[in-house]
Nanobody
Framework: QVQLVESGGGLVQAGGSLRLSCTTS????????MGWFRQAPGKERELVAAISRSGGSTSYADSVKGRFTISRDNAKNTVYLQMNSLQPEDTAVYYC???????????????WGQGTQVTVSS
């Protein structure tokens, strides 16, 4: 059984920063690509950032390029999402996902975390 647990969400003012973490536990005998998604009220879940197994390749949604950075520490089975210059439109529940990264594109897998709330006040 694989479990993904997110942490690091919270309330921050516009222009502020947060760092989210996602730790994988359980059967982690293989390293997978990881993605961060978010879902705002009344909107569909969207891919925010993804990172390959080695961490050598990353991709970002246009809306967060230059502000968010995804990274990983495979020794700790943890993926991070550093979020800077946060804006009210970044308010959402953020989820991590274990998937596949091929030719610059991320394909979501079956395992999801429980989500962590990020709220940005204006």
């Amino acid at each position: 059984q694989v479990q993904l647990v997110e942490s690091g969400g919270g309330l921050v003012q516009a222009g502020g920063s947060l760092r989210l973490s996602c730790t994988t536990s359980g059967r982690t005998d293989s390293t997978y690509a990881m993605g961060w998604f978010r879902q705002a009220p009344g909107k569909e879940r969207e891919l925010v950032a993804a990172i390959s197994r080695s961490g050598g390749s990353t991709s970002y949604a246009d809306s967060v390029k230059g502000r968010f950075t995804i990274s990983r520490d495979n020794a700790k089975n943890t993926v991070y999402l550093q979020m800077n210059s946060l804006q009210p439109e970044d308010t959402a529940v953020y989820y991590c996902n274990r998937g596949t990264f091929l030719s610059g594109s991320y394909y979501q897998g079956h395992y999801w975390g429980q989500g962590t709330q990020v709220t940005v006040s204006s």
